[in-house]
């Protein structure tokens, strides 16, 4: 009976062994799976809080190092990862960053120092603000206890535009007085963007890109935009016409900063205030100016509209250029004195075309003066010597077919005017 009860002892603590022993080695296995493992699936990130170790300071969002407890500065990216969950805690996995294409990202830093007064991007790595580098299309693991981020549409310029570049953080301008700032410091700068795409100036906490039609225009001086003055018999004269212009890109900038505003770029892309403000103004001044030295009458023929024409032309293109615009033409489409001087002047003509049409008429009956030396020649009598009209070789075939039936021949004066020198008897 001893030796059977031995025997169930030896039984029971063997198997209470083996399960102890199974207890030490499954249970780690387990806890070790279960309890630290983390799956992070593909474009998902993990971001780690440490339970233990130095305590961070107030101006410690995230911890330097694993030294420091709090959130850390890097998570875990996809894959599998093992944690101690007396140490760290974990979330759920996170979506990671994504910027699409035509896209950049700025990060803003939570983090750091505070920004020294009048700075607004973090130039040091100890800072916390908005980073001056924009970060390109693609998929990135960002700590969003540590990081956000804006997206904004990156930089680009089209074929027959250049970029105005406004730089917003830098140093003052030597001279605050000028349109146009020096490189590097903060305002306008002088050099532009060429067309294409600027990832580097998409940042628009540290540059503002302003696109800039720099192709010709034509400008239509009508309607509203049309001018009257008076002539110098000081009747109202009222002139339409086009200008072709197109902007200097080495003036671009100054031009900019002197006439475009926000409004007339989101209506126009900044050429109405263009026109409006400097083109305008300055053809109704010199055509008024120039316009005003002739009669109103001298506006119903075409040479005196184009010798003004030609005029206002030269001084605009002198006067604009100085701003920065480049006057490629200038052409008068119409110049209209009032209707009664027109009418008058109509009739006029009418009148003059009347006469020249009767004087050849007469012409062709009476013949045309035969000169000598530029001069009428006279007849014995002292009368033009005229040839070729009707009348005259009328009367010669007369006097032919006479002299003929009388067998006799006779001499033809040249002249209609004067008699036969020998009569029949």
Known sequence: MRLFQMNLDHDVLKQVA????????????????YGCRIEVPEGHFVPLMRKTGEDITNQMIVADTPDFKGPQSEPLKEGRHFKNPYSWWWPKPLQATIIPNGMVGVKVRKYGNPLPTGQVVARKDDEKGILKDPIMPGRYYINTWAYAVEEHPMVKIEPGFMG????????TPANPNVFVVQEGERGTQSSLL?????PSYSNPHVHMVTPIDVRSQKFEMAGQNGVTFPSEDGFDIEVEGIIEWAPDIKKLPQLFVKYVDEKDLKVSGGIDNIQRKLILTHARSFTRTIGGQHKAVDYIPGSTRIRVQTEVERRLREACADEGLLVKS???????????IKQQYERREMAHR??????KEIEREIGSVVLEDAKPKLDAEGKPIREGGRIAQTIQERMKDREKKLGRSARISPSISAPPSSTAK
């Not at 105005?164 to 830098?170: A, D, F, K, R, S």
């Not at 060429?194 to 600027?198: E, K, R, S, W």
Request: avoid cysteine; charge should be positive; proline fraction near 11%.
């Open 354 to 359: 009347q006469t020249d049409r009767f004087d």
């Open 18 to 33: 083996m399960g102890l022993i199974l207890l030490v080695v499954i249970v780690p296995i387990l806890f070790v799976w």
């Open 164 to 171: 105005i570049v406004t730089l917003m953080v830098g140093k």
């Open 330 to 340: 200038f052409v008068i489409r119409s110049a209209k004195p009032p209707a009664q």
């Open 194 to 198: 060429p067309p294409g795409t600027h």
